[in-house]
């Protein structure tokens, strides 16, 4: 099911790596006093009560220039605008209210989307207090005190955050089209391949990187069945510093992938795969989704027997962590091969949704331990009891053991293999969770 997605949104120096680290429940950003520091994950999945939503973190870099730091806040709300459900406006206590805050507060006030307005560093609300009432002024609701470092009004403030969730989040469920993400790097040739597709120009492409603004969903029929595209092109190029558009690039991509059942990663062959390509097939990995990887332009690249070799290999390396994903080679310009996608789909979304019997997941696994014995550490040997699949997208399997710490990631690996290499599951990644159990 598609989770809410939260983004937060403030000046440099209010502390929203720390807020963001503390609901994700690990030191994920990087925290520093230097404004724009945040650098590493800006999403995380966060639970509050039975609700699990999406966070992500809309940092991106702080110049010092006081208007430059304002065009910066207005792309971050953009952003924040474009793809939240609920959008945490945090404020510093001890800076106060600033020219800035009150500008982006009339702009998310103006996008009609729910925010919550959360005053950070109050680490006393009994003397703080006062302070905090001053930033009614905004007129985008009720200020909530809290403290991340010391992390006091927390619950209160999750607890409004949830108040706000869509209703239609569930229902949106109802939509039974397989839905298929296209992510990559700006001008990669997502819009092109969709309005190919599609056979008209349904979404606006140009030379310029990021001319789509934002995400935006498509209906296609082909061969008498029905997928909704979602085209994450968009962003619009107000900043030059490229390690900002690609971190915003990779936040559209987050709330894509969210959505989709399969995920195309476009890749652009005249540049070879990329490290911000390996992050943003990153983000669909984790979210165990079905993986197709679209190497684009391939009619601009010139051609010897061992040219597609060559390419297959580099991608492998580069997004070693899925070996799974189907590669297809083709051009959204001319067409070449952009039928195959849709095959391609099929074959994924069936191996998303994959079920093994209990029986034959058992002898499997017998008949692994039988040809590879399991790891032992200090005279104690791993013992593998039972194995049993208990979800899909992805396929997540329980093996119950006798010690979790003696089974290595290496065996988890080679258990893996020997599952896929006798059902396949192309295109999708798989899940296995270790538990123990005495005796047996």
């Known amino acids: 099911m598609s989770k809410p997605v939260v983004a937060v949104v403030g000046r440099p120096n209010v502390g929203k790596s720390t807020l963001f680290n503390l609901l994700a429940g690990e030191r994920i950003s990087i925290v520093q006093d230097t404004p724009g520091v945040t650098r590493d994950r800006i999403y995380a999945d966060v639970s509050w009560l039975d609700k699990a939503f999406t966070l992500i973190d809309t940092g991106g870099i702080e110049p010092d220039s006081s208007d430059i730091i304002l065009s910066q806040m207005r792309e971050q709300a953009q952003i924040a605008i474009d793809t939240a459900d609920v959008i945490i406006f945090l404020t510093d206590v001890r800076q106060g209210l600033v020219d800035a805050d009150s500008k982006v507060a009339d702009m998310l006030r103006r996008s009609r989307k729910p925010v919550v ?87 606006i492409v140009s030379e310029i990187a990021g001319t789509t603004r934002d995400a935006i969903d498509t209906g296609i029929s082909y061969e008498g069945r029905e997928y ?33 059942d399969v995920v195309i990663i476009m890749i652009d062959a005249t540049e070879g795969v990329t490290e911000q390509d390996a992050k943003i097939a990153g983000i669909a990995h984790d979210r165990g989704k079905g993986i197709i990887i679209a190497v684009n332009k391939w009619d601009a690249i010139e051609k010897d027997d061992k040219t597609i070799y060559k390419h297959t290999e580099r991608i492998r390396e580069v997004l070693s962590f899925m070996p799974y994903a189907e590669i297809l080679f083709i051009s959204a310009k001319t067409g070449q091969r952009t039928r195959k996608i849709f095959d391609m789909i ?30 032992s550490d200090k005279g104690k040997r791993l013992k593998l009891y039972y194995m049993t699949q208990v979800a899909v ?48």
Not at 229 to 245: H, M, N, P, V, W
Not at 346 to 373: F, H, K, P
């Open 393 to 440: 997208k992805p396929p997540t399997f329980v093996v119950f053991v006798n010690d979790k710490k003696l089974m290595h990631f290496s065996y988890t690996r080679y258990l893996e293999n020997r599952i896929r290499g006798a059902f396949g599951f192309q295109g999708t990644s798989l899940k296995f969770i270790i538990r123990e159990r005495k005796g047996g």
């Open 117 to 203: 307005l959360v005053v950070n560093k109050v680490d006393s609300f009994e003397k703080l207090m006062p302070d905090v009432y001053e930033f009614y002024n905004l007129g985008i609701g009720d200020p909530i005190p809290i403290s991340a470092a010391s992390r006091l009004g927390i619950g209160d403030m999750l607890d409004q955050i949830i108040k706000h969730f869509p209703e239609d989040k569930l229902g949106e469920e109802e939509d039974d089209r397989p839905k298929v993400a296209v992510v990559g790097k700006p001008n990669v040739g997502k819009s092109s391949l969709i309005n190919h597709l599609v056979g008209e120009d349904r979404v």
């Open 228 to 260: 909704i595209f979602i085209d994450t092109a968009g962003l619009r190029r107000k900043s030059k510093i490229k390690e900002e558009l690609e971190k915003f690039s990779i936040i559209r991509a987050v709330t894509a992938v969210e959505r989709a």
């Open 346 to 375: 099929d074959v994924v979304l069936e191996n998303n949704s994959m079920r093994i019997a209990t029986g034959v997941l058992n002898e499997i696994m017998s008949e692994a331990v039988a040809m590879q014995q399991p790891p």
